[in-house]
């Protein structure tokens, strides 16, 4: 017998493991020792009242609970000796779900990856944090893991519809990731516990023989007849097989203008840029909980969006990736450039709270037609390159007090930071220009009026926040999901247009893989 409830308690009661187990009882009519086993299902924090109070649904069974209620764990078969053999461009979510739901289709993996293993990545990200130098092949976009990896970990995706989440989830699971993140509304495994999780799904890969070859950049693409045999890494290895998945992510530029130069067909596509705000988490935290300490809730966090008009256009304005209790980051991917990003850490216990705050792009505001479909491209380069001069040709970041901003003043003094390269005073108008810098600060105005103190001098922008999504789309068939004009091609995850998060990219992978599948049966 199974009993379904939803209820309400006081954080310190949902966060008790014990208090929590008597409440849900008591909630149901039943005595300890009258229930079997308690499944908690979500867990979500509901702070629209008074006194913020976390939102529980569990399930209750007075008999042993279903095996699959616990499961499926996934099996994987040895692919060493398959006939059947998929090139994989790219170590990301997108990537790594596809390679191995290939094993479980009995298709043999070879997974390149132009970047470092997991773990050797942290060198270089060290560097770019303390010498403020940027390889561009391996960094906090390029590497095993993808850019997920070493920013933030977040798992919450609203693209339910193209495919299974559950399932995701628990693969994650299987491979390292906590339990909490099949139960919180907005699961987060933290950028301090991903990578341990990127290296069990990698050598699930290979125990199963696939392969996986880091330090492996793509530099030339084998073309016959409309149909891609394979590709040339920058060794000069040609490797074929019968099908490729490019998952290279949204920064990998050099890859869009391979696809262009070698005439595969592509799509400028709007995107979103603007800044990383950053304010101290107890502000957030009291905006939000309405509470001068939060206890044991988790930092808040917050999501924003407000439709601006600047020139008789509408655009919107939206918090993106947003970091409780973390910490601001550098994402450049090539020298000259200035990028920024979120992380938070498992524990979200930093002093600091940041979230992108961008302005949707789109086609018209690019007026860059001479560069056709990389024209997305090259207005991010553009702007990205202009934040690096006018912070000093370094990893510095360009900032501003968010009040000063939106007086159009330069600040004096800038407030302490999470960003460890260190930050520049200047005016962000001289970086953004002032159609763009303008929807940020409609869009500030009004998210002060929602969240007390937001838009004062008691936070700052940091730019510039560039890289939120693709700037092309790499066209495919909506059944095939093969390239419309190149055989062999698969387009994959958030670089090809397809995505936008770790779980996102990852559904987009099994997806793809499934197609390469069925398409090689046929």
Known sequence: MKQELELLLAPEVAFDELARYEAILAHAGLRPGQAD?????????????????????????????????????????NVAQAKRRV???????????????????????????????????????????????????????????????????KLYTRA???????????????????????????P???????????????????????????????????LENNRLRGVVT???????????????????????????????L??????????????QQSLIDQAQYRRPERGILPAASYALVHQTQVRGQQRGVFSFCMCPGGFIVPAATAPGEVVVNGMSPSRRDSRFANSGIVAAVELEDMNLREHGPLAGLHFQAAIEQLACRAAGGTQQAPAQRLGDFLKNKLSPE?????????????????????????????????????????????????????????????????????????????????GAGYAGGIVSAAMDGERVAEAVSVLAVS
Not at 179 to 186: K, S
Not at 197 to 210: F, H, N, Q, T
Not at 234 to 262: K, Q, V
Not at 266 to 277: D, N, S, T, W
């Open 37 to 77: 086993f308690i499944h908690l299902k979500r867990r979500s924090i509901d702070a629209r009242g008074r006194q913020p109070l976390v939102r529980l649904r569990a399930e209750i069974y007075q008999e042993a609970p279903p095996r699959e209620l616990f499961g499926p764990w996934f099996e994987y078969p």
């Open 87 to 153: 090139l994989i461009v790219g170590a990301g979510p997108a990537g790594l779900f596809a390679a191995l739901r290939c094993i479980e289709l009995g298709l043999k993996p070879i997974v390149l990856e132009r970047g470092k293993d997991v773990r050797a990545r942290r060198r270089d990200l060290a560097a770019i944090n303390k010498e403020q130098t940027v390889n561009p092949d391996s960094n906090y976009c390029f590497g095993e893991g993808g850019a997920g990896t070493y920013s933030d970990g």
């Open 160 to 186: 339910t519809k193209r495919g299974d989440v559950g399932r995701v989830l628990r693969r994650l699971v299987q491979h390292g990731a906590t339990t909490d993140i099949l139960v919180d509304a907005h």
């Open 188 to 222: 987060h495994i933290g950028t301090n516990k991903l990578p341990e999780v990127v290296k069990a799904l990698r050598d699930a890969i290979i125990e199963a023989g696939g392969e996986v070859h880091f330090d492996t950049r793509v530099t030339d693409l084998i």
């Open 234 to 264: 920058a060794a000069g290895a040609a490797l074929e097989a019968e099908a490729t998945i490019l998952a290279t992510g949204h920064s990998a530029r050099d890859i869009y203008e391979l696809l262009h130069r070698r005439g595969v």
């Open 266 to 279: 592509i799509e400028a596509k709007p995107f979103a840029l603007g800044v990383r705000v950053e304010h």
């Open 414 to 494: 800038l407030l302490e930071t999470s960003y460890q390269p260190g930050l520049i005073s200047t005016r962000m108008d001289d970086v953004l220009g002032p159609a763009l810098a303008e929807r940020l600060r409609q869009g500030f105005t009004d998210f002060g009026r929602k969240i007390p103190g937001y838009a004062t001098n008691a936070a700052q922008i940091v730019g510039v926040e560039s890289r939120t999504s693709s700037p092309v789309r790499i066209p495919r068939d909506k059944e095939t999901l093969q390239h419309p004009e190149i055989q062999g091609l698969f387009p994959c995850g958030e």
